[in-house]
């Protein structure tokens, strides 16, 4: 089976990425972009990801919850997936946080995992020499391939070929596929670094 890219196409997504385009905003406008971004690509994951079960309330009354049965991890790639958490998080505020600073891990993945867990990564630009040995930990852990999924704002056709010759089933949800992102120059995040946090 191929990688499974989805370039998300809400129009509010389409919107916040052009506000992010714009070299000229400055970092307040952008981190707002990156949250906004964060949310609306987790809404998108969530739309067929989300298990929900029936509730009886009352004879004849039931309603329809988030499962008490699958838990749900929120993998924040630092320093800057957490711009993109700030929105994420709203929509799974009960999701447990794991940090990891390049490739180690700051707070700790739960030894076990199972296929009940469900593993959200947030990324600005994807990055194959941190995503693979994250992977590799959580498929160690118990995870299920099919229940992680990619998000980042940007990713290169080298990133995903290198990604795809190893993670074939993997999920990946992105805003832009740019085939001029050299793994050796990735770049924008150089040029967000110095705005995000003026």
């Not at 690509?41 to 009886?56: A, D, G, H, Q, S």
């Not at 794991?98 to 630009?125: A, C, E, G, M, R």
């Not at 793994?183 to 040029?191: G, P, Q, T």
Request: net charge negative; glycine share 4%.
């Amino acid at each position: 089976m191929q990688l499974q890219i989805n370039i998300a196409s809400h129009p509010l997504i389409q919107h916040w990425s052009g506000i992010l385009e714009n070299d000229n905003n400055p970092g307040t406008i952008l981190r707002t972009a990156c949250s906004e971004l964060g949310k609306w690509i987790t809404y998108e994951i969530m739309r067929e990801w989300l298990v929900t079960e029936t509730i009886e309330l009352k004879a004849n009354t039931t309603i329809s919850l988030i499962s008490s049965h699958y838990k749900y991890i929120i993998v924040i790639i630092m320093p800057y997936g957490f711009i993109l958490a700030e929105g994420a998080r709203s929509l799974l505020p009960t999701a447990n946080i794991v940090l990891v600073n390049y490739n180690d891990i700051i707070n700790n993945v739960p030894d076990q995992l199972n296929s009940f867990t469900k593993i959200l990564v947030l990324d600005l630009f994807l990055d194959e020499a941190t995503i693979t040995p994250l992977l590799n930990d959580f498929i160690k852990k118990g995870a299920v391939l099919s229940n992680i999924k990619i998000a980042c704002l940007e990713c290169g056709t080298s990133q995903l070929n290198q990604l795809g010759h190893i993670w074939s089933k993997l999920e990946i949800y992105t805003t832009k596929v740019n085939t001029n992102v050299d793994k050796k120059k990735c770049s924008r995040e150089d040029d967000f670094k110095d705005k995000f946090f003026v």
